[in-house]
């Protein structure tokens, strides 16, 4: 059997009252400004090679969790509005003011992009880890490390305001009923490993699509894993319905199951133009292990990992 014994208890334990009050929460992980830092720095990266223009002044974030640290750095790099979007609020100002002074010292550092040593299941993979200094020259960096911008950062992660006249930083979450985000506001959007916790899948590029600006961007690194679900990466792709739903219990989200194929086609019909489509392998599955609901995988899929996609509207 595929399934983890303790994936069953977990979903068990939150059809549990007293239990099922956890099933929401979230952790706080250990991770540092290194981690944002060299996530934003990769997207910027692997976008850079197939558009020119890698200055936002409008972020989106889809499921920043516990920390706005990837918002933070990308206005660290310029951007001027930063928009988290997020099933439910995690993130707290005291972890994101440590975040942000550590951010604040990598970029003045220019210190190379954390790698595969450092951080080893982190995508997307880079040939050259070097500090990007052609597009984030000395202009750039000087206006937006200047000295009263940070400090008017500073105090929109503290909490004491939510924007002003220039910077704004805004929290939605529920992030799918966002209905306060302006259509055609954005000009970036991106997530890291969350869009396969997803539920609605083609209703969220729906929503991406209306509140990008014509042209915008999206850079998405997915990981299509069954997350130590289960024994082998892609063993969730063999669970039944019924045990998947035993799994899920009354958590929020889990993982939707969706294969790499599944995003291509939903991006496609919401009329999003893919620049990138880069794919990480693994061992692939055997179609005869597959339930009936996943017999339409390709080749393709049954191998697929993760990926790393850039779109435009």
């Not at 890698?54 to 920390?67: F, I, M, Q, R």
């Amino acid at each position: 059997m595929q399934l983890k014994a303790r994936s069953i208890a977990k979903g068990l334990a939150t059809q549990v009252p007293f239990l099922a009050r956890y099933a929401n929460s979230r952790a706080a992980a250990e991770v540092t400004g290194r981690y944002y830092y060299s996530v934003w720095l990769r997207h910027l990266r692997q976008v850079s090679h197939v558009c020119k223009d890698t200055n936002p002044k409008c972020v989106a974030e889809l499921g920043p969790g516990d920390s706005l640290g990837l918002g933070l750095a990308a206005m660290l790099s310029g951007a001027d509005r930063y928009y988290a979007l997020d099933r439910l609020r995690f993130a707290t100002s005291s972890r994101n003011l440590a975040i942000l002074d550590e951010l604040i010292e990598l970029f003045r550092a220019r210190a190379p992009i954390p790698g595969d040593d450092e951080l080893p299941n982190v995508h997307p993979r880079l040939d050259d880890y070097r500090f990007p200094t052609d597009l984030l020259d000395g202009a750039r960096l000087d206006r937006a490390l200047e000295s009263s911008r940070l400090q008017r950062i500073r105090r929109i992660v503290a909490g004491n305001r939510e924007s002003d006249d220039e910077l704004q930083i805004r929290y939605f979450a529920p992030w799918d009923d966002a209905a306060e985000v302006m259509p055609e506001s954005v000009d970036w959007v991106l997530s890291q490993a969350v869009l396969e916790h997803v539920d609605d899948v083609p209703d969220a590029y729906e929503n991406l699509m209306r509140w990008l600006r014509p042209g915008g961007l999206m850079s998405h690194r997915i990981d299509y894993s069954s997350h130590g679900i289960t024994r082998d990466w892609n063993g969730h792709w063999t669970v039944s319905d019924l045990m998947w739903r035993l799994v899920r219990g009354q958590r929020a989200y889990l993982i939707n199951r969706l294969p790499h194929s599944a995003h291509l086609q939903a991006l496609k019909r919401s009329g999003f133009s893919i620049l990138l489509d880069f794919r990480t392998e693994g061992t692939p599955l055997a179609r005869e292990l597959l339930p009936k609901p996943f017999q339409s995988f390709t080749s393709e899929d049954l191998g697929t990992t993760g990926a790393f996609i850039v779109a435009r509207k």
